[in-house]
């Protein structure tokens, strides 16, 4: 009997690893972000463009790995800018950006639609 839980206990335990790990992959980027433009939320009038390739690869990796905390039935003030962050000409992906850190659930300055990232980077560009 105690053989038996043994090896339960062996078989389960990667499974358990597993699903402890905290691999998250929120963007899912296959091209590298070549420039951000960043666009005031309200007007979409443009503000700046960020060409940086270290605080543009920094920034993408600390997204892509960052906890977040759903904002899905909270009401807010919406982000100050609306980052496209592109590869050449297409956008690859689309983000807000608050200037100030923000609390909705967790601390961060980027939010996507239904979530916000608990990442405190403050852009290059004020």
Do not use: H
Not at 49 to 68: C, H, M, P, R
């Amino acid at each position: 009997m105690l053989e038996i839980k043994f090896v339960s206990v062996l078989l389960l335990s990667p499974f358990v690893l597993i699903g402890c790990q905290n691999n998250n992959n929120n963007l899912n980027l296959t091209e590298d972000v070549t420039r951000i433009e960043v666009y005031a939320w309200d007007s979409d009038e443009f503000v700046a463009t960020i060409n940086d390739k270290e605080f543009i690869d920094g920034l993408v990796k600390k997204l892509d790995k960052a906890n977040t905390s759903s904002t899905a039935n909270m009401n807010f003030q919406m982000p100050d800018y609306k980052l496209l962050l592109r590869n050449n000409a297409e956008v690859k992906y689309e983000i807000g950006y608050y200037k100030k850190v923000r609390d909705l659930g967790i601390k961060g300055q980027y939010w996507e639609f239904d979530k916000i990232y608990g990442v405190k980077l403050k852009l290059p560009i004020d």
